[in-house]
């Protein structure tokens, strides 16, 4: 069974800022993770990804230079601080993983295994 708990989600003004964290079996911890998210009506997007020993990092055009991607596995966590925040990152954010160790890929599908999600929603 795969775990993976999301937390930190809320309602945050626009320019504000929101830390999501993530918390990931022990097992995982030789696995990428990424960050999804689904905005209301709307398909999947990737938002970050990181390799499993934090070394390399990927971003949606969307949200680069104002998201960050970190993990520590010494407890098990992957974080995504998120700054600027605009009413378009609205949206319920997934933790993902998949079976690889270095992918850190953009496509939604390529990430096997998702949490149950965290409602971020940014007000104008």
């Known amino acids: 069974q795969v775990k993976l708990v999301e937390s930190g989600g809320g309602l945050v003004q626009a320019g504000g800022s929101l830390r999501l964290s993530c918390a990931f079996g022990r097992a995982l911890s030789s696995n990428s993770m990424a960050w999804l998210r689904q905005a209301p009506g709307k398909g ?3 938002v970050a990804a990181i390799t499993s020993n934090g070394a390399y990092t990927s971003y949606a055009d969307s949200v680069k230079g ?3 991607i970190s993990r520590d596995n010494a407890k098990n966590m992957v974080y995504l601080q998120m700054n600027n925040l605009e009413p378009e990152d609205t949206a319920v954010y997934y933790c993902a993983t998949n079976e ?4 850190i890929g953009s496509n939604p599908t390529d990430w096997n295994w998702w949490g149950q999600g965290t409602q971020v929603t940014v007000s104008s």
């Open 66 to 68: 104002r998201s960050t």
């Open 100 to 103: 690889h160790e270095h992918y």
């Open 44 to 46: 999947s997007d990737f």
